[in-house]
């Protein structure tokens, strides 16, 4: 796992946060020092999936990066009879997964998630996918996934989010930062990615994410997941 050193120097000003070939070849790296408990998630999305997962349908795994999601579902789900489909716009990160995975039933799809045609899927995955998305796409492209999706199929999402209240948000933050820090990285290496990603991560809170589930049709949602400022959701049609 080669270590993420990217903003342990000074960046450009007008620098912004994007998945190319410097953050692919860190980003293992990079994710397991920044998401509280991204192995637990990790391993339980693919759990979740196989609860719900129905026999001859497909699972779609949308901003799937380097496919720790539709692997994790792989090995929970060992006699799948359809296709994972691995969808990411990055062509960074969908090359090193043709690199590193030699498996039919993972079909990789360089592509932006809004053009993908959901078809006979009983699980749909969105790891910290939506929050890259602008705020205003967001409704109608979940609507979108969720109205094709089969009877009884679910999503499952996953984002870092704004907390509502102003003293737990702050709270949040700060043991968020900590929790970096704690992973190696310096004061510096922080405040310089935050800069990068200003604009291009753009955070909901909770109540905002939930009121979008009700609004695209969905009342069967419970939240399964929390550590710090980062929840997940499975979505149940």
């Not at 998945?19 to 790296?29: K, L, Q």
């Not at 997962?53 to 929970?76: E, P, W």
Request: contains cysteine.
């Amino acid at each position: 796992m080669k270590k993420d050193n990217l903003y342990n120097k000074e960046i450009p000003k007008d620098h912004k946060f994007t998945f190319n070939s410097e953050v692919t070849d860190v980003f293992e790296d990079m994710v397991h020092r920044s998401v509280p408990g991204y192995e637990f998630l990790i391993e339980n999305i693919g759990f979740i999936a196989k609860k719900f997962y129905q026999r001859n349908t497909n699972i779609y795994d949308l901003g799937s990066s380097l496919c720790a999601c539709s692997l994790s579902v792989q090995d929970k789900i060992q006699n799948i009879n359809g296709n994972i489909y691995a969808v990411d716009s990055s062509p960074s990160m969908i090359n090193e997964c043709r690199k590193n995975i030699d498996n039919k039933k993972i079909k990789l799809i360089n592509s932006d998630i809004a053009s993908i045609n959901i078809e006979n899927s009983s699980v749909i995955i969105l790891n910290l996918t939506l929050q890259f998305i602008p705020k205003d796409r967001r409704t109608r492209l979940l609507k979108n996934f969720f109205d094709n999706l089969n009877k009884h199929g679910v999503i499952i999402i996953t984002e870092k989010i704004i907390i509502d209240e102003i003293d737990n948000n702050k709270f949040s933050k700060n043991f968020h930062d900590f929790f970096k820090e704690n992973k190696g990285y310096s004061k510096e290496e922080i405040d310089r990615k935050k800069i990068a990603l200003e604009n291009v991560m753009l955070l909901e809170s909770e109540k905002q994410y939930e009121k979008r589930f009700n609004e695209i049709g969905c009342t069967n949602f419970f939240k399964w997941f929390q550590c710090y400022n980062f929840i997940s959701w499975v979505l149940v049609k």
